[in-house]
């Protein structure tokens, strides 16, 4: 084995199948195996039930990284002063990094599980662990005052690789919603094929029918001439190996001669044929291949002899039980040559056996299962332990009745359903306690008339201490510490259920992956109980109104609503007038359809975005200089900022809130690309609101309003969404030009800002905005509805090396030697991956790649066609960065560097004096 397959599994990516050690129990039993595939023994331990052990092995070692990662989280927890923000700074990424590669071990986990109570625990531990990433990201944010982090250090202190940086999207992302989106996709190719009549046919330009003639003419005696010359060109080549053989005599072969060369030739022949024989026999015994299509004959055959009874017959089975082979294994290979329906029935079981698709199926059928088992442990435990929960209940209730009374001299209040209605009665309340809170009552309402004596006393000695307490605040704003999480009490929710239930459990109980019935009955019992106690609630209420007539012969107050706590009104958001009220969601679908504001977004992987990380951040940060962002922080910002957050309701609900983005670079860094990959990886509807789409439609400033409304209306209702304005800067114009004065690209502005203050968490819908000049537009109306910035500046030469290794093999060339990627990084300084592509795109024609094994491509092709392109210049990229530096972020980026500039300053100034 590997040094690679030896490692922990906290430490590897478990992206693909996990391998198995020679020290693992599974690889031991995986030796004592029979020979033979096909043997009982054999069919019963398939590597199926490794796998699941695997993956067991994976989990229990996934929990133990989880245990250390929580207990890494209280210290953060304490502020830490400014001078300490390297080592805050530290223990944060090492503490980010843990758990991306922990989200990388749950969601292969859960994308490969079957038993379906584990599913869902590890569903939620998952969410849990992807929501601790985004507030990490959001810490990191704050600690750093930049969107790009330098892990370079970090890396090598935990002796990681850059692809442990990478953000996984968790698969079920897409795979739990292939049903809605299926039909979406439908629902928009009808309505387009509707708006959109097929082509017509094309008008060619009327031409008179002498010059058709001579046009046919020209083409008949081109195709001749090419006739001709092919021919002449043959007649020329037999007419060479005639004069050749005429001049050197031709060689002739003996007897002998010409037999070794056929044997050389068939030998060859037999030997490459046995060769992938043995490997794909070797491949189908442990589990990695399926098996062969004459394999499955004999086993079928060799079933048919052992169920007649004759087991001397069976080819398959070893000398325990019956004669000596009739044949070795593995088998010598068949001298005849598969035939074509032989090939795509190999296909066919290979596509169906071993791929995704069965294990989707069984986690479905599992699934199914274990909801049909629900529905039936409901109603049994309805039928046996309902009426007795009913009857305890009820006497409990009574029972407190009956005490308070005893101790107050009147029935208490019953609590309202919002606050958990009887549940709140057994869980906190005691007849003592309520006769204390009674108490309380009393003297909270005494202290209450004297506070407010006291407190205008208190404003006068506040305005004195106003200058003291400011002191304080901005001591305190300069401690660094982490806010709390509220993904944690997840985490350790989940971690403890591990823990007491299926830790400790043995796999052998679940050979099938099926549910645990024990576990099931427990957990529905409480569900069941809550059902119960609301029917035994309202029983109650109306039994407690009859008891206050009967004695103490008052009617029934009213439930009084629980007082909110005196404190500052905190602003209420206004409620969004609905314009559409009386329309469905589908009629304003198929009417943004036609009017051009849904997109059909084209299916682009996040992955496509190719570039190299930054491997010198942290020597840029040690000499206080602001590092540029490379090709792969700004996919990893993008997967943070748009795919998790918009791809679980859960995970939304619970993370920071970030309603909106701006790609801010030069034209060709690939903002469109990554807006459609951000659609792809979530799933999510493209809404089109960029000023030239809007020119033309919906005038006037209520037809603004009314499309902003529509659109965040259905965006809202068909999460999740993106909503992409291509030029925002033109909706924040200091000065609108006058060629685009009758596009009046300002007015949805309010109508935007508005609209993005009510979305609320838990609503999936994103903004992302694209610019390459920000500078047009006002800087506080910008940076106020976008909430995250992403500057992309030209690629480095890291970047521009993957670049061009990767889009050359894109478009079916191959790298070799001759051409020298280094040469092509550093000449293209200063251009766009959208300049590599078209200068790619040109070279390699179809008649190109046809050459390529006569002729291999090399770097001089590439140069004129990248001389023909205009490179961003430096004059226009520092542009931008002065632009960025005024945004809220930077400002606060540039004034961390001035005071480390100072700190240093004046510790060289007292090291000179000490001298």
Not at 370 to 395: C, N, W, Y
Request: proline share 6%; charged share 30%; net charge positive.
């Amino acid at each position: 084995m590997s040094e690679s397959h030896q490692q922990t599994p906290s430490s590897s990516d478990y992206n693909r199948t996990p391998s198995l050690s020679h020290s693992d129990p599974e690889f031991t039993l995986l030796k004592r195996l029979p020979r033979c595939p096909h043997s009982p023994e054999a069919q019963s331990t398939r590597p199926c039930c490794f796998l699941s052990r695997a993956y067991q092995h994976l989990w229990d070692s996934s929990h133990v990284a989880l245990q250390e990662l929580l207990d890494q989280e209280q210290p953060l927890l304490q502020p830490v002063p400014n001078r300490e923000r390297q080592s805050f700074q530290h223990r944060l990424t090492s503490l980010y990094l843990g758990y991306l590669g922990l989200l990388r071990q749950f969601d292969t986990l859960y994308d490969q599980m079957v038993q379906p109570q584990k599913r869902r625990l590890l569903r939620r531990l998952l969410d849990s662990v992807a929501g601790r990433v985004l507030e990490l990201k959001d810490e990191l944010v704050r600690a750093d005052l930049c969107e790009t982090h330098c892990l370079d250090r970090v890396l090598q202190d935990l002796k990681l690789t850059p692809a442990d940086l990478e953000v996984p999207i968790p698969r079920y992302f897409l795979l739990e919603q292939s049903d809605i989106l299926r039909e979406r996709g439908l629902l928009l190719a009808e309505v387009l094929s509707r708006v959109q009549p097929g082509p017509s046919e094309e008008r060619f330009p009327e031409m008179h029918q002498t010059e058709a003639i001579i046009l046919l003419q020209r083409a008949e005696r081109a195709r001749q001439g090419r006739l001709r010359a092919t021919f002449m060109r043959e007649t020329q080549k037999e007419e060479e190996q005639d004069w050749k053989i005429q001049e050197g005599g031709q060689h002739t072969f003996s007897r002998d001669e010409a037999a070794v060369t056929m044997q050389k030739v068939w030998r060859g022949y037999l030997q490459r044929k046995r060769t992938m024989q043995d490997r794909r026999t070797e491949m189908e015994f442990i589990g990695m291949a399926c098996p062969s299509f004459r394999a499955g004959v004999r086993r079928a055959s060799c079933a048919g002899v052992l169920r007649n009874g004759d087991r001397s017959r069976c080819v398959c089975l070893g000398p325990r039980l019956g004669p000596p082979h009739a044949h070795s294994w593995p088998p010598p290979p068949h001298p005849q040559l598969p035939r074509p329906k032989q090939v795509e029935c190999l296909g066919i079981m290979s596509q169906s056996c071993f791929r995704e698709d069965v294990w989707r199926l069984r986690q479905l059928e599992e699934e199914e299962e274990f909801q049909l088992a629900i529905v039936k442990t409901d109603d049994s435990l309805k039928e046996t332990e309902g009426p007795d929960m009913k009857e305890k209940m009820k006497e409990q209730i009574r029972q407190w009745f009956i005490e308070c009374h005893a101790l107050t001299g009147r029935f208490p209040d019953y609590p309202d359903e919002s606050l958990g209605g009887s549940y709140l009665i057994f869980a906190d309340k005691t007849p003592e306690q309520v006769k204390m809170e009674l108490e309380m009552q009393v003297q909270e309402s005494k202290k209450k008339d004297q506070e407010k004596n006291k407190e205008k006393g208190k404003e006068k000695k506040e305005k004195k201490k106003g200058k003291e307490g400011n002191t304080r605040k901005l001591e305190a704003d300069t401690m660094l510490k982490v806010l709390p999480s509220k993904f944690i009490p997840g985490m350790n929710a989940g971690h403890e259920e591990y823990i007491n239930v299926w830790k400790s459990q043995c796999e052998s109980i679940h050979p099938k992956q099926s549910f645990d019935s024990e576990i099931l009955r427990g957990q529905r019992r409480k569900e069941v109980e809550r059902e119960m106690r609301m029917q035994v609630d309202e029983l109650m209420r109306q039994e407690l109104k009859n008891l206050r007539l009967v004695v103490d012969k008052e009617e029934g107050r009213p439930l009084k609503s629980p007082k909110k706590k005196a404190g500052k009104k905190t602003g209420r958001k206004k409620k969004e007038k609905d314009l559409t009220l009386n329309r469905s969601v589908d009629s304003l679908f198929e009417e943004l359809i036609i009017f051009g504001f849904v997109k059909k977004s084209e299916p682009v992987a996040l992955k496509d975005y190719v570039g190299d990380c930054l491997y010198l951040g942290s020597t840029l940060n040690l000499a206080n200089k602001l590092p540029m962002p490379s090709l792969f922080d700004i996919r990893q910002n993008v997967a943070l900022y748009g795919v998790l957050r918009l791809g679980s309701p859960d995970i939304h609900s619970m993370a920071p809130l970030i309603r909106s983005i701006l790609l801010v670079g030069p034209s060709g860094m690939g903002k469109k690309m990554l807006v459609k990959a951000v659609c792809t990886e979530t799933g999510a509807n493209l809404f089109d609101l960029s000023p030239g789409n809007l020119q033309g439609k919906y005038s006037g400033r209520a037809g603004a309003q009314m499309v902003v409304h529509i659109v965040f209306k259905v965006a809202r209702l068909l999460q999740p969404s993106v909503i992409w304005i291509g030029n925002a800067e033109k909706n924040f114009y200091k000065r609108v030009p006058k060629e685009e004065e009758e596009m009046d690209p300002k007015r949805i502005r309010k109508d935007l800002t508005k609209a993005l203050r009510l979305l609320n968490p838990g609503d999936r819908v994103m903004l992302i905005g694209t610019t390459d000049r920000p500078q047009l537009a006002d800087i506080k109306g910008l940076c106020r509805t976008y909430e995250r910035i992403l500057f992309m500046p030209r690629p480095d030469h890291a970047s521009r090396y993957v670049l061009w290794k990767h889009m050359i093999e894109a478009q079916g060339a191959q790298v070799t030697q001759r051409l020298d990627i280094s040469a092509l990084a550093k000449v293209s300084d200063g251009y766009t991956p959208g300049h590599i592509l078209q200068a790619i795109q040109s070279v390699l024609t179809e008649r190109r790649l046809l050459e390529l094994h006569k002729r291999p491509l090399v770097a001089s092709e590439f140069l004129g066609h990248l001389a023909k392109l205009e490179p961003v210049h430096r004059e226009e990229e520092e542009s931008l960065k002065d632009w960025y530096s005024k945004t809220p972020l930077g400002k606060k980026r540039m004034k961390l560097i001035k005071d480390q500039d100072t700190e240093e300053a004046k510790l060289a100034k007292e090291k000179t004096k000490r001298k």
